[in-house]
């Protein structure tokens, strides 16, 4: 019969001989994908809900498509490559216009894992590097992504953004110089910037100026991103002092209304997730340790770019309830 096809058995042990439609299969095939599928268009567009937009639309595109690829990873991932580059296009001139400093959407878990390039995808997640990405033209970005943190090959790079295997190699140096010359180096140990980041939450909880000097970098920078939907910094804190003195005074007044702070790993670095009392997130706060220093304090306020880890609270509203619980001793 067109369209069917047998099979010897299902992943959930349906019975030999079931009869399945090939969009039922390709079905299979995108769910099996998928998180592979987003985690490429995440690292390409800094976004999770357009990151799960241009998931979508591959679907819709390869559920449509009359062609049979001879292989669904390398179409599929084409597919998203592809939109992915257009959205970054067409986001160029909102992220110019943006207000104050842009920052990714904060992820709390990368969904998809490969133990043998682990290192690749941990790297390329973080804060610091998909700045770095921003940096780049959509096709660079596109080209790096797809051959540096995921390994692919030239051939399906190049037929992934329609351009030669020539210029893709091309594409490639350039992205890997722009990249490594401003990348970060995580050079501590997960375990030893885990235990760096409680001694830092603890020391902020407390408003231990002396215990946050102390962990901080000489030149640790602290930026805020509200898209001027939140209370953000006028500027950003630079340096120890400054910084510490900072947060060792922020703290209190949150916590008498309620506020609370949950250590939390965000894009593969050591975070936390402030929430309400009511349990709506306030904030996500990373960290970037290096040398056994934090380097950079990066807080997401934007509401826009909360809303997938939940009911986001009025940080406005936050903003006015903590000033107003400070003390004279604060």
Known sequence: MAGWFVIDKWPGGLPRGLGVTRTEERAGEFQELRPLLFSIAYRMLGSVSEAEDAVQETWLRYQGSSTE???AKAFLSATVSRISIDVLRSARVRREEYVGPWFPE?????PYQDPERSAELAESVSMASLLLLERLSPLERAVFVLREVFGFGFREVASAVERSEAACRQLAMQARRHMEA??????AGRKQRELLAERFFDAFKDG???GLRDLLAADVQMVGDGGGKAPQFARPFVGSESVARFLAAAYAPLGRIGVAVGLQEVNGQPGAVFKDRDGKVVSVWTLEILDGRVQAIRSVL?????????PVADAWEIAREADAARLPTD
């Open 69 to 71: 690829p001879r292989s």
């Open 302 to 310: 934007n509401p826009d770019k909360l809303g997938h880890l939940g």
């Open 106 to 110: 904060p992820l709390l878990s990368d």
């Open 182 to 187: 401003g990348r970060p180096r995580f050079e």
């Open 208 to 210: 231990d100026v002396e």
